[in-house]
């Protein structure tokens, strides 16, 4: 069997650029919303003299963001925060639990250096554990946008959304994920086709992993599904279920320590809902030893189509 594939694209832009100046463009529009920064450079002199006095910059001092974008959410205004993914998600989490997760506040967190996108500064600036972490915070929704027309999606379709919202960014230029369907938050898209196997990708980097993986195994006569499940909480077991129904394995693919993000959110749905083999395709749960650019970590650690094919390849084969 064949894998339905979609056409190439190969334009290139940066998901946290889509995100400022869609922002930017919304906040003359909407007196409620607010832009919060944190000494993060994405907000030039250009765009914060657009921006008037719907932006503040705070400074370097994550927990504090939090605690003051509570406070005007309180108020009645929506605040868009920006901050580095590893800063949101452990410095100034308990914060986000306490002040905006707890009051269920529509506070936006949009996090750049999702990820190994800060690859190249260690450890230290790994985002790893974000997704893990906030998907478990009740009232809280996550997204992790796969491209910069998602991203731009995704701040229009918040601006109506109750309660608190992560979304997770980048931090250069990726390309744009192909799709017929267009980007819902809640929604999971199916980018693929396919009935002997279901691919489950979230971020730039996975999804395109994925989409890479369904053609070289349809070459290899195995019919792979792919699905773009772009929001984490609340997750799309319908989607995921139905894709996975009749399959004989779901693998998934992401830019997380296998232990909590994609793989366990969709390891629980199935548990409940559709049991079906799943294989876990990540950072191995350890800090990375290896300091290097983003492509460079995915490359070193195996987050990539060639790894993806070879695993779903593997796993047939021992069956």
């Known amino acids: 069997m064949t894998t339905t594939a979609a056409p190439a694209v190969t334009a290139r832009a940066v998901t946290r650029e889509a995100y400022r100046d869609r922002l930017i463009a919304l906040l003359g529009t909407d007196p409620r919303l607010m832009c919060l920064d944190t000494d993060t450079g994405l907000f030039g002199p250009d765009h914060i003299e657009a ?21 005007l959410a309180f108020g009645g205004r929506m605040p868009f925060v920006n901050t580095m993914a590893g800063f949101a998600s452990s410095r100034a989490l308990e914060a986000v639990k306490v002040d905006i997760a707890y009051p269920a506040l529509p506070v936006r ?66 390309p744009a ?82 232990s909590g993000g994609l793989g366990g959110a969709v390891c629980e749905a199935l548990a409940e809902r559709q049991p079906v083999r799943v294989l876990r395709i990540g950072m191995p749960d350890k800090f990375s030893d290896t300091v290097g650019g983003q ?12 790894r993806t094919a070879a695993a779903v390849t593997a796993a047939l084969e021992a069956d």
Do not use: F
């Open 177 to 258: 994920v192909p799709s017929d369907e267009p980007m819902v938050i809640g929604r999971a898209q199916r980018l693929r086709e396919g009935t002997d196997v279901v691919l489950v990708g979230c971020g730039p980097y996975p999804v395109t992993a994925c989409t890479e993986a369904a053609d070289l195994l349809g070459e290899a006569g195995i019919s792979a599904a792919v699905l773009n499940m772009h929001t984490l909480s609340p997750l799309d077991t319908e989607s995921l279920c139905t894709a996975a129904s009749g399959a004989s394995l779901v693998v998934t693919v992401e830019e997380h320590w296998r």
């Open 51 to 71: 921006a008037g006095e719907q932006y503040l910059n705070l400074g370097i001092a994550e927990h504090n963001l939090m605690g003051i974008a509570s406070g």
């Open 295 to 306: 492509e460079h970590l995915l490359d070193h650690y195996g987050i990539t189509a060639a």
């Open 109 to 174: 967190i949009m996090a750049t250096h999702g990820g190994l996108a800060a690859g190249h500064l260690g450890p230290t600036h790994h985002a790893l554990e974000d997704l893990a972490v906030m998907r478990t915070l009740p009232a809280m929704t996550v997204v992790v946008p796969a491209d910069a027309a998602a991203t731009a999606a995704v701040v229009e379709q918040s601006l109506d959304l109750p309660g608190p919202l992560y979304v997770r960014l980048g931090r250069k230029a990726t």
